[in-house]
């Protein structure tokens, strides 16, 4: 009488069994430790990933086509690793901006009279000016707000309030005010540090 065991034995098929030459085996990833396995690992990620291409005019004759491919590429829209920098490389300075925010409003609103149809379009003009200004102070990973207000003196009093949930160490932001007969113009910079 045979005994039976509880765990049995399963059987051993064909395509089991390892073959002799070892051709079906697949090659083992080489691990980040070893020796030069690095570089391979980051050269077989960089094959995988793929630029997102913002937008890319098309060509309205065949000499335009080649001088598209040249700058297609430049177009790409990288994805880089993360930094794990948790403060910035220069934090943001707001008396050196508040002086250079003072200064384009000045110029630029000396000899401006209220006007209300004007000021709509003034607003996001000087907006654009204050940010590029603003952006080449070089405050990297700053996200920057700017708000431009028109106010008409007409005899009244108003407030202006802001709430933001922000990093105190980091965050920061300016206000500059331009003032005539007529009307007030404040302009308002937020800088948010984005980690």
């Known amino acids: 009488m045979e005994r039976r065991s509880r765990i049995g034995k399963a059987p051993v098929t064909p395509a089991a069994q390892p073959s002799p030459t070892g051709a ?5 990833r080489p691990s980040m430790f070893e020796k030069e396995a690095y570089t391979q690992i980051v050269q077989e990620r960089l094959k995988e990933s793929s630029h997102d291409v913002l937008y890319i005019e098309p060509p309205f004759d065949d ?11 430049s177009m790409a829209k990288f ?26 409003l000045t110029e630029t609103l000396k000899d401006v009279k209220y006007d209300d149809k004007l000021f709509s379009h003034l607003s996001l003009e000087l907006a654009d000016i204050i940010l590029s200004a603003v952006k080449d ?14 106010i008409q003196k007409t005899g009244q ?10 990093d105190v160490a980091w965050d920061n932001w300016v206000a500059a005010k331009h003032e005539t007969e007529t009307y007030v113009a404040l302009a308002l910079v937020y800088a948010l540090y984005c980690e």
């Open 24 to 28: 079906s085996r697949k090659e083992r």
């Open 63 to 73: 000499s335009i086509a080649e001088i598209s491919k040249e700058w297609k590429s």
């Open 137 to 150: 102070f070089g405050y990297h990973r700053y996200k920057l707000i700017i708000k431009v207000l028109f």
């Open 79 to 104: 994805r880089f690793a993360n930094t794990y920098r948790m403060e910035p490389l220069r934090k943001f300075q707001a008396h050196s901006v508040e002086a250079k925010v003072q200064q384009i």
């Open 157 to 166: 009093a108003i407030n202006v309030a802001s709430r933001w949930i922000w």
